[in-house]
């Protein structure tokens, strides 16, 4: 059975649409079954030089089902891989 995470994250314009393998190579490497960008959005909404990212994450676990603790455990591991990484941070 797998997970679907999905989570907004604003970062400086730089970040490009890589970020998602990296998220993949820096966390949860057992879990994680795909990282896609479903959005990017550079404009009013968002400060000047920041962009929002869209990010979808699939956790897939070989051998059970994920519990809520688990799921909270890895979403706030992938969250730190992307702050470490590139200095998001939720939106």
Not at 8 to 15: E, H, L, P, Q, T
Not at 62 to 73: C, G, N, P, Y
Request: overall charge neutral; proline content about 2%.
């Amino acid at each position: 059975m797998y997970t679907r995470a999905g989570m907004a994250a604003c970062a400086d314009v730089w970040v490009n649409t890589a970020m998602p393998v990296g998220i993949r190579l820096r966390a949860e490497r057992t879990l994680i079954s795909g990282v896609s960008l479903f959005d990017r959005y550079e404009g009013d909404k968002v400060a000047e030089g920041k962009v929002s990212l869209g990010i979808e994450v699939v956790l897939q676990p070989r051998d059970h089902t994920l519990t809520d603790a688990e799921i909270d455990a890895a979403s706030g591991k992938i969250v730190a891989a992307v702050a470490k990484a590139t200095g998001a941070v939720l939106r």
